[in-house]
């Protein structure tokens, strides 16, 4: 019986689709294992804190159980005292467990510690759970995203969305934007022009797509339109794969004006006309200043029909102290456990 050749387009493909089928049963079967073990985190920890209100142990009994769990299960990690601190507090923060196995339980235990450490609003701390299933984050993203306070800032941007789009997509939109947005990346000064803020941009572009947020694919800078005999350029066009359409932005170093609506109305005209596919949805303008009169960018964008938005964006940034309690830190917990390997 002949052997298929290394280059048959049959046996390729079979590869492939088997090559997948392996990837995926990995794939759950991780994340069977990790919500496994984030299960038996929070019964831990549940049983703890019911021990103590029962019996009215003290913090020592953490340390004896910890021992005596080491002792009794020496290859296993994750039963350092530490460990058995934030189990407790894992089962304090989430008292339901239909949460746990159907949110919590969907990322590791370590984004976990983090939430705990870093966010104590109880719908905050789900917030950030589901979108780092949404969209994949590491603890490190997931950290600076935290600590950018994003929670607080997605969805404010001002915009006319209810007004030029529909219902879904414009609720997508909204929720899309930020305000403000945080390029302390970028390195920069606060008095820098624009021309320096869109070379930063485009020299750090995946740092930059990061904070503008998930399904942002760039597209170019001083995009050219040309329009009657006359040469027109986009600061930073972007396509957003979820919500299907081209997003303008244009970068002002300075407070909002009226007239940048009017200009942004523009080019949403243009580009809707000369690149918008048949399937894609309107095109989206984003307006970034500096500085913003909130009611003057409300009366600005009124009356105009295409979509568009107003938002800050900051190049320094004063980050909130991280708050820290009685518990360790991330770095502490991880050190304890590298010790127990």
Request: charged share 25%; with cysteine.
């Amino acid at each position: 019986m002949s052997l298929p050749d290394s280059s048959d387009k049959t046996y390729q493909s079979w590869l492939t689709d088997l090559k997948n089928r392996v990837k995926t049963a990995q794939l759950k079967a991780a994340l069977a294992v990790n919500s496994e073990l984030i299960l038996l985190y929070w019964q831990i920890g549940k049983s703890i804190l019911e021990k103590q209100e029962e019996l009215g142990w003290g913090a020592k009994v953490i340390d004896q159980l910890s021992k005596d769990l080491r002792q009794a299960f020496p290859d296993m990690r994750g039963l350092s005292r530490t460990n058995l601190l934030y189990m407790r507090l894992f089962a304090e923060s989430y008292p339901d467990a239909a949460i746990v196995q159907q949110a919590v339980g969907q990322i590791p235990w370590g984004h976990n510690v983090r939430i705990l450490d870093k966010v104590k609003d109880p719908e905050q701390r789900l917030w950030y759970i589901h979108k780092t299933i949404e969209n994949g984050w590491s603890r490190n993203i997931l950290t600076m995203q935290i600590e950018s306070g994003l929670y607080n800032r997605s969805g404010k941007a001002i915009s006319n969305f209810k007004d030029t789009l529909p219902a879904l997509q414009s609720d997508l939109a909204r929720q899309t934007l930020k305000d403000p947005y945080n390029f302390e990346f970028l390195g920069i000064a606060d008095d820098a022009l624009e021309k320096e803020v869109e070379k930063a941009s485009i020299e750090h572009i995946r740092n930059f797509l990061l904070e503008l947020g998930t399904g942002f694919a760039f597209v170019g800078s001083q995009y050219h339109l040309e329009l009657g005999g006359e040469d027109f350029y986009l600061d930073l066009l972007f396509y957003h794969t979820q919500l299907r359409c081209y997003i303008i932005i244009d970068l002002k170093t300075g407070k909002f004006k009226p007239e940048y609506a009017g200009k942004m109305n523009f080019y949403l005209n243009v580009v809707d006309d000369k690149l918008r596919h048949k399937d894609d949805q309107p095109s989206i303008g984003l307006i970034l200043c500096k500085d913003k009169n909130e009611i003057i960018a409300e009366y600005s964008l009124r009356g105009h029909t295409k979509p568009m938005g107003v938002s800050e964006y900051q190049l320094t940034q004063a980050l909130p102290e991280d708050l820290k309690g009685k518990l360790p830190t991330v770095e502490e917990i991880e050190e304890e456990l590298g010790e127990e390997e």
